[in-house]
């Protein structure tokens, strides 16, 4: 890879849909399809989610996937050392993730060398161009949450932690400069819209009226995207290829806005193929929507052709979280008013969406998202592109060349940083949640803020991302078991103490010995109650069809 920035300081960056532990495929078609370009390499690879860190078998049991179905995949070979990264790579986490890997990298970090995970959400800068990203996907009734679960993790744990937080969105909301690049795993809400309906439709006919009903899709990914407007979205989970264009205040559409036209895995150019990708039935994949659900349509798109129904695939809603029916309470009403607020049933959260304009130093008025299907053959899994900085992110006039592209923190994020550290809370169900106050009660506080990462980072040369990986799990070595019982151990990863004590904030991931046995003396949280112990069988309007090309119902079922 050449670290200069190329023609007109453009970035050469692959984007990869959803990553399922397949890192030496991956890599390989973006060096054929670079190849094709007669490109020697690119500078950034984005893989959209379920990238699957999984350092050993212990990070396999809190990955929301059945058991027969754990496999350990090439990620370990990255993470020990016996292979390196060919690119820069990038990724946002899925709902299919070694969860416990990622929580030691909340604010983001290496996961291996030249592989940086974005955290929950993050802002970072790659020769100029500022990328956004949010990790999880949409799940209402825990978006009004904090990021409860902590080892041990239970059976409900497992299956939440990667529900996106609204504390983590409201800390996107507060950038009022331009993004070039937002990624998140799921698509944003009504994204469809703004792109080839009839072929999506016809593709995936089951998702006609979830798209009419306005469900379809992250609503926290759409208010993101809805005030950032980066030149370009892109995502993944859907295993599908689909490409839509979404313009602001009238702006006609155009075909490109500072990027180039966009490849397929092949390498060839073109936008064609930017629709919706039909995808014949693998009968080996394995339906894994496996999200709890809270009685409302979530979000589903795809645009795989439906098949007959293959019966020996599983349809993993089964184990959907179903709440037990409600009971009259026996303890009377003023008795109840005088409990404390954690005895409280917590309010059904709703799409209200937050009062959060576009500020005026976002310019850019047409986003260009692309989701991209796994890394399987036959699949359109991958896009070529250069991509320059939008015009607005600086004022300074860049060299010809330069001798390094520089990986770096974002200052403005950072500020933001510094001022919501304190609203989080790890650990607490019940803990209440600050109210967020809109952005004028917090520009003050991030401009202050702003001021000490100036002097304290920015003036002292602080602000490229170290390369400071740290080995904190065992290592996979083959021959071991795939498939075991023992749950991971928590770890404090050198990398999030690092970082706080740059930004100059409480490391509230960092515990002793003594708090984390207690908490293993302690076991996993219960589970909330459920009926039909614990399991939907058949019937409804069950989830397991659909996206891993099943066909029947209205499922929204993603194969493996």
């Not at 190849?35 to 350092?55: K, N, P």
């Not at 339906?287 to 659900?293: A, G």
């Not at 010995?513 to 058949?538: C, S």
């Given at each position: 890879m050449n670290p200069a920035l190329l023609e007109g300081h453009s970035l050469r960056i692959a984007v990869e849909g959803c990553g399922h532990g397949t890192l030496d495929a991956i890599y390989a078609s973006v060096k054929k399809a670079a190849?094709?370009?007669?490109?020697?390499?690119?500078?950034?690879?984005?893989?959209?989610?379920?990238?699957?860190?999984?350092?050993n078998a212990s990070d396999l049991t809190v990955m929301s996937c059945p058991v027969k179905y754990r496999e350990i995949g090439d990620f370990y070979k990255y993470y020990s050392g016996v292979n390196t990264a060919p690119y820069l790579t990038i990724f946002v986490g899925g709902n299919h993730e070694a969860s416990s890997h990622l929580w030691e990298l909340f604010y983001g970090g290496w996961v291996a060398p030249n592989i940086y995970?974005?955290?929950?959400?993050?802002?970072?800068?790659?020769?100029?161009?500022?990328?956004?990203?949010?990790?999880?996907?949409w799940k209402g009734y825990n978006y009004n949450k904090h990021h409860y679960e902590r080892l041990p993790y239970n059976q409900d744990d497992i299956k939440s932690i990667y529900h996106v937080r609204e504390i983590d969105i409201r800390k996107l909301l507060q950038l009022r400069s331009q993004i070039d690049i937002g990624i998140s795993h799921d698509w944003p809400r009504a994204i469809e819209n703004h792109g080839n309906l009839r072929a999506l439709f016809s593709a995936k006919p089951d998702f006609e009226q979830e798209s009419k009903d306005g469900t379809l899709g992250n609503q926290a990914a759409s208010y993101v995207m809805d005030r950032l407007r980066p030149p370009y979205w892109f995502a993944a989970h859907m295993h599908c290829k689909f490409s839509a264009t979404k313009t602001y205040e009238d702006v006609v559409p155009t075909k490109a806005t500072n990027g180039s036209d966009s490849t397929?895995?092949?390498?060839?150019?073109?936008?064609?193929?930017?629709?919706?990708?039909?995808?014949?039935?693998?009968?080996?994949?394995?339906?894994?929507?496996?999200?709890?659900?809270d009685g409302s349509p979530q979000p589903t798109t795809a645009s795989e052709a439906l098949p007959a129904t293959n019966e020996d695939e599983i349809n993993l809603d089964d184990d959907e979280f179903v709440?037990?029916?409600?009971?009259?309470?026996?303890?009377?009403?003023?008795?109840?008013?005088?409990?404390?607020?954690?005895?409280?049933?917590?309010?059904?959260?709703?799409?209200?969406?937050?009062?959060?304009?576009?500020?005026?130093?976002?310019?850019?008025?047409?986003?260009?998202?692309?989701?991209?299907?796994?890394?399987?053959?036959?699949?359109?899994?991958?896009?070529?592109?250069e991509i320059h900085p939008h015009e607005s992110v600086t004022n300074i006039p860049l060299p010809e060349t330069r001798a390094k592209i520089l990986f770096e923190y974002d200052p403005e994020w950072l500020a933001i940083t510094r001022v919501f550290n304190s609203h989080i809370v790890l650990g607490n169900k019940f803990a209440p949640v600050s109210p967020d106050l809109g952005e004028y009660h917090y520009r003050p506080q991030i401009e202050k803020e702003l001021e000490w990462v100036n002097e304290n980072i920015v003036k002292k040369g602080k602000l490229e991302i170290p390369c400071n990986f740290t080995l904190t799990a065992p290592i996979f070595e083959l021959g071991m078991p795939e498939v075991i019982n023992e749950s991971p151990l928590e770890y404090d990863n050198p990398q999030m103490q690092q970082f706080c004590?740059?930004?100059?904030?409480?490391?509230?991931?960092?515990?002793?010995?003594?708090?984390?046995?207690?908490?293993?003396?302690?076991?996993?949280?219960?589970?909330?109650?459920?009926?039909?112990?614990?399991?939907?069988?058949?019937?409804?309007?069950?989830?397991g069809r659909g996206r891993g090309s099943r066909g029947g119902g209205r499922g929204r079922g993603r194969g493996w």
């Open positions: 190849g094709v370009r007669g490109w020697d390499g690119v500078d950034l690879l984005i893989i959209g989610g379920d990238f699957q860190a999984v350092r995970y974005m955290g929950a959400a993050n802002v970072v800068r790659l020769g100029g161009v500022r990328i956004a990203g949010m990790s999880g996907i397929g895995e092949d390498g060839r150019n073109g936008t064609k193929d930017l629709n919706v990708a039909a995808v014949a039935h693998n009968a080996d994949e394995i339906d894994l929507d496996m999200d709890d659900d709440a037990a029916t409600p009971q009259v309470s026996s303890v009377p009403s003023d008795l109840r008013a005088q409990l404390p607020a954690a005895f409280t049933k917590p309010l059904r959260p709703t799409d209200k969406k937050p009062k959060y304009s576009s500020p005026p130093e976002v310019t850019n008025k047409t986003v260009r998202f692309l989701a991209l299907d796994k890394c399987l053959p036959g699949r359109k899994f991958l896009q070529l592109m004590d740059l930004v100059g904030i409480e490391n509230k991931f960092s515990a002793t010995e003594e708090e984390r046995e207690q908490r293993i003396k302690n076991g996993p949280t219960p589970a909330e109650e459920r009926r039909n112990n614990g399991f939907r069988r058949g019937g409804g309007r069950g989830r």
